[in-house]
T-cell receptor, first 112, second 115 residues
């Protein structure tokens, strides 16, 4: 089993749609969880950290289910500018200094 | 702009040549990470420094790869006798603050093409 698995995508949605990305991770000791966004040929950029209680930032909502080792990202009212690859990321171990493990990413294309 | 800079941004080299990349992390932060990203994949961890000490190396880091961080400031990643399989984006990352959550912020990367 891969350490971090994501929906393979791509997701092609119209503007205004709601889109959900799912991710599972294998290491139950992981303590930190993130969603990064990556535009074509650019570096990954932190979109949001994912907290145990779930968290929201504008149109973006992230959820964490530790029992199922499952992370999700919901984008509401999608914009053309949301088109990018979304990377699910997990801190490899239970400490605060471990390296990050990335999923392969899910590509989102938002069309007019 | 995350404050992490990398040079060069692009490097084209012939197979068998040596290349060196540089990363200048967010100032005054003691942790620095190197990752590699190939087409269609997420970034993969290569190595990690705390100050000048290299604390962890991935199995991806073969004998041809070496990384240094003299004086705990900038870091260099050298690849000797490059192979076509080394073609990738090499990313450097630094935590922004002292959060225990370990958010990492990436530089723009160095895109290596080995011909």
């Amino acid at each position: 089993r891969k350490e971090v698995e994501q929906d393979p995508g791509p997701f092609n949605v119209p503007e205004g749609a709601t889109v959900a990305f799912n991710c599972t991770y294998s290491n139950s000791a992981s303590q930190s969880f993130f969603w990064y966004r990556q535009d074509c040929r650019k570096e990954p950029k932190l979109l949001m950290s994912v907290y145990s209680s779930g968290n929201e930032d504008g149109r973006f909502t992230a959820q964490l289910n530790r029992a199922s080792q499952y992370i999700s990202l919901l984008i509401r009212d999608s914009k053309l500018s949301d088109s990018a690859t979304y990377l699910c990321v997990v801190n490899r171990d239970g400490g605060s200094q471990g390296n990050l493990i990335f999923g392969k990413g899910t590509k989102l294309s938002v069309k007019p | 702009d995350t404050g992490v800079s990398q040079n060069p941004r692009h490097k084209i080299t012939k197979r068998g040549q040596n290349v060196t990349f540089r990363c200048d992390p967010i100032s005054e932060h003691n942790r620095l990470y190197w990752y590699r990203q190939t087409l269609g994949q997420g970034p993969e961890f290569l190595t990690y420094f705390q100050n000048e000490a290299q604390l962890e190396k991935s199995r991806l880091l073969s004998d041809r790869f070496s990384a240094e961080r003299p004086k705990g400031s900038f870091s260099t990643l050298e690849i000797q006798r490059t192979e076509q399989g080394d073609s990738a984006m090499y990313l450097c990352a630094s935590p922004l603050g002292r959060s225990s959550y370990n958010e990492q912020f990436f530089g723009p990367g160095t895109r290596l093409t080995v011909l």
